[in-house]
C-alpha cells in the first residue's frame, strides 16, 4: 500500500494557525477510526500528538486538534510557537493490523 | 515511564543478515503488542512488522515478508527483529514501538546501513 499523501511543507507565523492535511481513500482513512500523528524534531524519534482522529496524549498542548472528513484527516495546530517546527506525519491503522504512514509535512514557523 | 531501547544496528552487505533487539521497560511488556518502524535517511516513517501480545499474531510490510522475523520474549521484556536477505533500500533507522492502533511510544532507533 502506497503512503498516505500529505503536503510536503507548510509554514506559518508565531501565533496563527495552520493545518496539515492526510487525504486517503475509503480503503484506509475513510475506514478507520484510528488516525494518529506524529511530531519529529531533527535527530528524535517521532512523538504522539493525535490518536484516535481527536484525541490527545497525556501532555500533549491542546493547541493541538484533529479531525476527519470522509476520507480526508487534518491536524490544526494554533497559536503556532518556534518549537512546533518539525515534520508532522500521521498514519492509519488498516483492516489487515498494519499501520499505513503518510508522507510527512515539513512544518516551518517564520 | 516507558523505556525503549534498541540495539544491533550496524553496517551490513548485500544479502546479509542482522538481528536486532529492543529492551523494554517501565510497562507490562506481556500485555502490549509492539512493532518495528523504519525511517530511511532522510525519508519519512514506514511501519514494518508488528506482534501481538501472545506472539501468536504477526503482520508485516508487504516488501519485507518472507525476509524479516519479528519475534519476542516475554520473560526477558525482549523484541527482536530478524532480518535476512537484506537490501540497500532497508537502509534506516529502525525504532521499536510499543503499539495498538498507533505507536504510543518510540525507543531512540538502531542504524542499519545496508551497503558493498
Known amino acids: 500500500q502506497s503512503a498516505l499523501t500529505q503536503p510536503a511543507s507548510v509554514s506559518g507565523s508565531p501565533g496563527q494557525s495552520i493545518t496539515i492535511s492526510c487525504p486517503g481513500t475509503?480503503?484506509?482513512?475513510?475506514?478507520?477510526?484510528?488516525v494518529s500523528w506524529y511530531q519529529q524534531h531533527p535527530g528524535k524519534a517521532p512523538k504522539l500528538m493525535i490518536y484516535?482522529?481527536?484525541n490527545r496524549p497525556s501532555g500533549v498542548s491542546n493547541r493541538f486538534s484533529g479531525s476527519k472528513s470522509g476520507n480526508t484527516a487534518s491536524l490544526t495546530i494554533s497559536g503556532l510557537q518556534a518549537e512546533d517546527e518539525a515534520d508532522y506525519y500521521c498514519?492509519?491503522?488498516?483492516?489487515?493490523?498494519?499501520?499505513?504512514f503518510g508522507g510527512g509535512t515539513k512544518l516551518t514557523v517564520l | 515511564e516507558v523505556q525503549l531501547v534498541e540495539s544491533g544496528g550496524g553496517l551490513v552487505q548485500p544479502g546479509g543478515s542482522l538481528r536486532l533487539s529492543c529492551a523494554a521497560s517501565?510497562?507490562?511488556?506481556?500485555?502490549?503488542?509492539m512493532s518495528w518502524v523504519r525511517q530511511a535517511p532522510g525519508k519519512g516513517l514506514e511501519w514494518v512488522a508488528a506482534?501481538?501480545?501472545?506472539?501468536?499474531?504477526?503482520y508485516y510490510l508487504d516488501s519485507v515478508k518472507g525476509r524479516f522475523t519479528v519475534s519476542r520474549d516475554n520473560a526477558k521484556n525482549s523484541l527482536y527483529l530478524q532480518m535476512d536477505s537484506l537490501r540497500a533500500e532497508d537502509t534506516a533507522v529502525y525504532y521499536c514501538?510499543?503499539?495498538?492502533?498507533?505507536?504510543?511510544?518510540w525507543g531512540q532507533g538502531t542504524l542499519v546501513i545496508v551497503s558493498s
Open positions: 498514519a492509519s491503522y488498516t483492516t489487515t493490523n498494519t499501520l499505513l
Open positions: 484516535d482522529v481527536s
Open positions: 506482534i501481538k501480545e501472545g506472539a501468536g499474531e504477526k
Open positions: 517501565g510497562f507490562t511488556f506481556s500485555s502490549v503488542s
Open positions: 514501538a510499543r503499539f495498538r492502533t498507533r505507536v504510543d511510544d
Open positions: 475509503s480503503s484506509d482513512v475513510g475506514a478507520s477510526n484510528y
